[in-house]
């Protein structure tokens, strides 16, 4: 009997996939990542694997959006999910998983003392802020009301702290490290913060005072001062 012909279809092979990304590239400690692609000529759509050759099949579409824990590469080919046929080479997108920093401590701030306008810190009306060190690479800065960045250093002034009118409140100082991936950690101290008050005092000297005795007088400038006697509320 006569032969019966035998048809044989070769499709073609999908071009490499193209615009394959990770976004965002990086994460802190855990979180999702959206992976796309591009499928390449003669590709319907994007298969994503976890290894260069072989390994496992883990999604089929243009994107997708894993869970990621630990820094992991994923690699995409074009498929055509006509023929069943894909690219021969796999195109990989990194998602770095970053610590995030321990958490910092303010070293020169206590929480809930009042820190007065007129106080000096070291010779100078206001206090260069200082806590614990950033990871290596990283980065550290202040933040809150009375704090600035000068010459590299964080100042907070109390003359700054409060708004125009207010005399007396309730300040936040916020510290926040940054290491070199971009993960970050917070830490806040509350203070209280008072507008110095001045008060005159002039002091006589023999005292009590006699007549006809020479007297001297000296006026004093008393910042902050508590009057015990006579008891200010008679």
Do not use: K, M
């Not at 958490?103 to 206590?110: R, V, Y």
């Not at 206090?127 to 100042?155: D, E, M, N």
């Not at 700054?160 to 916020?174: K, R, S």
Request: with cysteine; glycine share 10%.
């Amino acid at each position: 009997s006569p032969s019966a012909p035998i048809t044989i279809t070769v499709n073609p092979t999908p071009a490499v996939a193209t615009n394959v990304r990770a976004t965002p590239t990086s994460v802190c400690d855990s979180g999702a990542s959206t992976l796309s692609a591009t499928a390449g000529a003669n590709g319907t759509t994007v298969r994503w694997y976890s290894a260069t050759t072989g390994g496992e099949l883990l999604h089929t579409g243009l994107t997708f959006t894993p869970t990621v824990t630990a820094t992991t590469t994923y690699y995409a080919v074009s498929f055509n999910a006509t023929t069943g046929c894909e690219s021969s080479t796999r195109v990989g997108a990194t998602v770095n998983v970053n610590p995030t920093p321990a958490t910092p401590t303010i070293t020169n701030l206590t929480a809930g003392r009042t820190y007065y306008t007129g106080e000096r810190y070291n010779g100078n009306y206001f206090l260069t802020l200082t806590g614990s060190a950033p990871p290596a690479g990283g980065t550290a800065s202040f933040s809150g009301p009375g704090v600035s960045l000068v010459g590299g250093a964080y100042q907070f002034s109390p003359c700054n702290a409060l708004p125009a009118g207010q005399n007396e409140g309730a300040v936040t100082i916020t510290y926040t490290v940054r290491s070199a991936g971009g993960c970050e950690r917070s830490t806040s101290t509350t203070i209280n913060v008072r507008r110095s008050t001045y008060t005159v005092v002039l002091q006589t000297s023999p005292f009590p005072v006699c007549p006809g005795t020479n007297t001297n007088y000296t006026a004093r400038v008393l910042r902050d001062a508590v009057v015990t006697f006579p008891d200010p509320a008679n």
